[in-house]
């Protein structure tokens, strides 16, 4: 299997020099299939001082098809799902987008960045994204709180 | 069709015996005037019938491989190496007469032709020879005795087809070309849009105009992908495209396009260019475009009835040349061997594996956008339904596998690579890359590069510093090409009669290949039709069932 390789090289890469504010370990010993993901939330958003458990998971064909990215802890976002399964939009992770190249390393990075400046135009969470828009303050009140609750 | 080359070959050459009295260079010349013109005048009569790449399978023949190394230039030479004949005396006229009638196969039009072919020939069979003789001790490739004639054959020739010559435009350096490849929406679930062989076209000037449509049996199946500029018009059989659908233009260095009234519309990325039946304005379009023939007719499930979906790539020439990325690859690749003070450290990654690629003993791929990974990482991606199409997984360029080795860069890159040695013959036989993937990394005539990421401005910026890169091509061409005539008269003579076309000539026949250089790459690496690995289309471009797209 050369996608278990690739898979063993970037997490060994990720947990040597983990990139600011994500932490990866396996979900389970043995699984290089399914990652653990702690995330915290950047700071000026409203996120920030949450710790989000993020689940990624990585298909057999990868890197030839994309990981998807979901949060276990409840987010109000709206890129995120507002459901039990909390599964993360991202413009890159969609099968067209997807590039062989792109490491799981610019995944995390690009889903933190997300949380710092979400994408309402491209959002799964269509009535937070339009609070997003016309109602900032609102947003973020709820967001905060959210994150206090939660994460 | 293969079978009537055949028959045409393999009867032949037994007929010259006769004449085995006479030199042997003579008898040489003598067997491949037969067997050449057997078999090629039997692929013209139903060239226009047949797309060229199956004419190729017809190649498959041991007996014509071994005469005829290189049989798209041979028409021209058949002719007039056939010049000894009329004029050495009637036994061989007599043999050549007998054996064109054993050739049962062969058409009639051979007969036909011939009194009007000797007299061209008989005028020029007398200048002809002396020359001939002198360029064959000159000629390196001793394996090859075809090529060596045709300079002076060529060169001839100019003197009598004088007013073609001034018709046809001097072969520039940079074209427009435009290609056009299948492009299936990943995302939708919609229908496959109608399959095709990916074509290319370069505009022999600039006011040219390709014309897309629906394909028709009265104009004949147009070549595919031509090696000489060619405005020959695109056609789709399906129902959906109108009979004049749209056309492309190149209007001061971009390309544009423009619906030409079409009934069920022309879409550049999901736009409609104009409604039923109205002519719209011209719209410029840039490369990774998708233009889409009609709408699906809902009314049946057959491939007739798809739409066209074409992905276009143009402004690309740039690529072909010589640049930054693609040199630094070259001799990374170079220096691969040459063990101990190798620095693999500054090396690309396989963006597959992570892997570092490039190592010694390792089976290579490398795209013509000079991108490369590890044979077995890529394979997957090679190896795909849409195989003959391969999309570089790091800069998204499309490539078609299956497309005929370009020589034609060879001669652009030869003034750039002087300076680094023999890079050229490097990158064609590179040593540790799987065989057929070289062949096909050859092949591919459309590199891309990261700059295909940059947002549309830079994209812009960069097209003009690639405007200023082409001139500075053209001119070192200019340069390579006054110097050269010193250096190497023969080549140069050659390529440059070889882009002559001939009044009255079959104009589908691809005769304007440098004949120098075809032979030593045919010879060298396998191309992917004479491949048996690689899946392989023989039913042209137009294949109704959907096998055009699958190997």
């Known amino acids: ?151 | 069709m293969a079978s009537t080359s055949v028959t045409a070959s393999t009867s032949l050459p037994d007929h010259p015996r006769p004449s085995r009295l006479r030199r042997f260079s003579q008898l040489r010349t003598y067997t491949q005037t037969l067997s050449s013109t057997g078999s090629q005048r039997s692929r013209n009569s139903i060239s226009s019938r047949v797309p060229w790449r199956s004419s190729v399978s017809g190649s498959n023949s041991p007996v014509e491989n071994s005469t005829t190394p290189c049989p798209e230039t041979e028409p021209s030479l058949s002719r007039y190496t056939s010049a000894p004949a009329p004029t050495y005396g009637i036994g061989e006229l007599n043999s050549h007469a007998s054996s064109t009638e054993s050739a049962t196969s062969t058409p009639l039009n051979e007969v036909a032709e011939t009194p009007d072919e000797m007299a061209r020939l008989r005028s020029a069979s007398a200048v002809q020879h002396p020359p001939s003789r002198t360029l064959e001790r000159t000629t390196t490739n001793s394996q090859e005795p075809t090529p060596s004639p045709e300079p002076s054959v060529a060169s001839n020739h100019t003197a009598e087809a004088t007013p073609a010559e001034s018709n046809t435009p001097p072969r520039a350096e940079t074209k427009a070309t435009i290609r056009f490849f299948p492009y299936t929406d990943a995302s939708q679930s919609s229908r496959p849009s109608l399959p095709f062989v990916p074509v290319t076209r370069t505009l022999p000037s600039e006011s040219c105009v390709i014309r897309v449509g629906r394909y028709s049996e009265r104009d004949g199946v147009p070549i595919p992908n031509p090696t000489e500029p060619t405005d020959t018009p695109v056609g789709f059989k399906s129902k959906v495209v109108s009979r004049k659908h749209c056309e492309f233009l190149y209007v001061n260095g971009q390309w544009h396009i423009k619906d030409v009234g079409s009934s069920s519309g022309t879409f550049l990325n999901h736009m409609r260019l104009s409604q039923p039946n109205m002519v719209s304005r011209l719209y410029s379009i840039k490369d990774g475009d998708i233009v889409q023939l009609g709408i699906d007719f809902r009314g049946g499930e057959e491939m007739i009835f798809r739409c066209v979906r074409i992905r276009i790539e143009c402004n690309r020439s740039w690529q072909q040349k010589p640049n930054e990325f693609n040199k630094n690859t070259e001799s990374l690749i170079k220096n691969l061997g040459k063990g101990e003070t190798a620095d693999y450290s500054g090396c690309r990654e396989c963006s597959i594996c992570l892997g570092s690629v490039l190592r010694p003993y390792q089976c290579l791929f490398m795209a013509a956008c000079a991108h490369v990974w590890h044979y077995k990482c890529i394979s997957r991606l090679l190896h795909s339904p849409d195989y003959p199409m391969f999309q570089c997984p790091n800069c998204r360029a499309f490539t078609d596998l299956s497309a005929d080795v370009d020589d034609t860069n060879e001669i652009d890159d030869t003034p750039a690579n002087d300076e680094t040695g023999d890079q050229a013959s490097n990158s064609t036989g590179e040593p540790e890359a799987d065989a057929p993937s070289t062949s096909a990394t050859n092949s591919t005539a459309e590199p891309r590069d990261h700059l295909q990421e940059l947002p549309e401005e830079a994209m812009l910026a960069n097209n003009v510093e690639n405007l200023h890169l082409e001139e500075l091509d053209q001119e070192m061409e200019h340069a390579f090409r006054t110097v050269s005539p010193a250096l190497d008269p023969a080549s140069t003579s050659l390529a440059r009669s070889a882009t002559i076309s001939i009044p009255g000539w079959q104009p589908s026949l691809p005769l304007s290949v440098p004949a120098g250089r075809q032979p030593h790459l045919r010879s060298d690496t396998p191309t992917s039709d004479d491949n048996p690995l690689t899946p392989r289309n023989d039913s042209g471009p137009l294949a109704f069932d959907g096998r055009a797209g699958m190997p």
Request: proline residues 9%.
């Open chain 1, 1 to 151: 299997m050369g996608s278990v390789k690739r898979i063993t090289k970037e997490l060994a890469e990720l947990t040597q020099s983990p990139p600011e504010g994500i932490t990866v370990e396996l979900a389970e010993e043995g699984d290089v299939y399914n990652w653990k993901i702690h995330m915290e939330g950047p700071e000026g958003s409203p996120y920030h001082k949450g710790n989000f458990l993020v689940k990624l998971s990585l298909p057999t064909e990868y890197p030839f098809k994309p990981p998807t990215v979901s949060f276990v802890t409840k987010i109000y976002h709206p890129n995120v799902t507002n459901d039990d399964k909390g599964s993360m939009c991202l413009g890159m992770l969609r099968a067209d987008e997807w590039k062989p190249s792109s490491k799981i390393a610019a995944v995390l990075q690009f889903a933190r960045q997300l949380l710092s400046e979400p994408m309402p135009d491209d959002a799964v969470e269509g009535r937070i994204a339009e609070q997003y828009k016309n109602d900032r303050p609102r947003y973020e009140e709820v967001a905060r709180e959210w994150t206090r609750k939660h994460a």
